[in-house]
């Protein structure tokens, strides 16, 4: 009964923030949450679905949120494959809590995982799986039909595999020291995560590791509202960083209010970069378009859903209609030329 209470007191805090942005943009919503479910029971999505196996939880990232989405839409169907999307994930998870990554043999040839990678891996898909399944713990089964056997075992699942990774968290902190989005990536993880621990001892201390990070990410934020990448700033990288703290306003207890404030000039500087078109400025970027980052051998392109949802989510928090106006025109844009040849989410304005 502790846990269930838990779960519906956390859920209730971010259920608000996922609430507004639904009934605000609910067919995009829907929209983003439907790229991230799985087709059939194989519950593979991403690479893994791309490579036809589980490589990575790391590229299950996302289905915690299509979970999120699919509860609110209250729909059956999306809400067993979202689920599957977590479970199979778990399945890489060992007795001892490992979270367990691998690339097929011809990328590896050119670069091999290293323990940093896996468990930089592992805190990108915690975070998003936690918040997932401490939202279904939080819902009436009439909509999802999933046993309690089977969520209670990814539940366990993923708490034993934030203890693991909580005893690398000085590898994660040498590795992403310089990476504002890193770190809030490993901040959601060990937040989100606390609230599925039963173990109290646990649970504080990863409230505790959670404010490290988050403290660590916004020493990297300049005045001018950025989160500095790599020397200076990337639009890419800027909206996941402000996901992730919109995230942590609502799930985090301990979350620093004076943070709320520079998430929000945050947004603002990421919106003053999207033109009345909806067209989003690449031109200066320090790790995506121009800033010449490759990830597995591809060059990097800016995100433009995390955009559209940073724009959103701080717009409906802070019920701020330029925010909410910028996260339309940018999404409009997207819709009307995703389908043209010469579509780049990179666009250089000078």
């Not at 020397?231 to 890419?236: I, K, Q």
């Amino acid at each position: 009964m502790g846990l269930l209470l838990c779960c519906r007191c956390f859920a209730n805090d971010l259920s608000s923030l996922d609430s507004a942005f639904y009934s605000h943009f609910k067919g995009y919503a829907e929209t983003i949450a439907k790229a991230h479910l799985p087709t059939n029971q194989s519950g593979l999505i991403g690479r893994n679905k791309k490579w036809k196996a589980l490589y990575s939880p790391r590229f299950q990232l996302g289905a915690g949120f299509a979970l999120r989405i699919s509860l609110l839409a209250k729909r059956k169907e999306p809400i067993q494959l979202a689920f599957r999307a977590i479970e199979v994930a778990t399945d890489a998870i060992d007795e001892d809590g490992r979270v367990n990554s691998a690339i097929p043999a011809s990328i590896a040839k050119m670069r091999e995982l290293s323990d940093t990678d896996i468990a930089s891996a592992a805190a990108f898909f915690l975070g998003d799986a936690c918040l997932g399944i401490s939202a279904l713990l939080s819902s009436d089964p009439i909509w999802h039909h999933i046993s309690n056997k089977r969520s209670s075992r990814v539940s366990n699942r993923l708490t034993a595999a934030t203890n693991w990774l909580s005893k690398r968290t000085s590898l994660l902190e040498s590795a992403d020291v310089q990476a504002p989005n890193r770190l809030l990536f490993n901040a959601r993880t060990f937040s989100a995560c606390s609230h599925l621990e039963k173990d109290l001892v646990r649970k504080k201390h990863f409230s505790q590791i959670a404010s490290t990070f988050s403290e660590l990410a916004f020493k990297k934020i300049s005045k001018s509202g950025y989160f500095i990448e790599k020397g200076g700033y990337d639009t890419s990288y800027q909206a996941v960083a402000i996901v992730l703290a919109e995230e942590l306003i609502h799930i985090d207890p301990q979350f620093d209010t004076s943070f709320q404030k520079e998430v929000t000039q945050a947004s603002t500087w990421l919106a003053r970069r999207v033109d009345q078109s909806g067209r989003l400025d690449s031109s200066g970027n320090t790790r995506t378009c121009a800033g010449g980052e490759h990830f597995i051998g591809r060059p990097k392109k800016v995100a433009l859903i995390d955009v559209f949802k940073a724009l959103a989510y701080t717009g409906v928090r802070t019920k701020n209609q330029v925010l909410l106006t910028k996260a339309e025109l940018l999404a409009s844009w997207v819709e009307k030329e995703r389908h043209s040849p010469s579509f780049d989410p990179c666009y250089e304005s000078n």
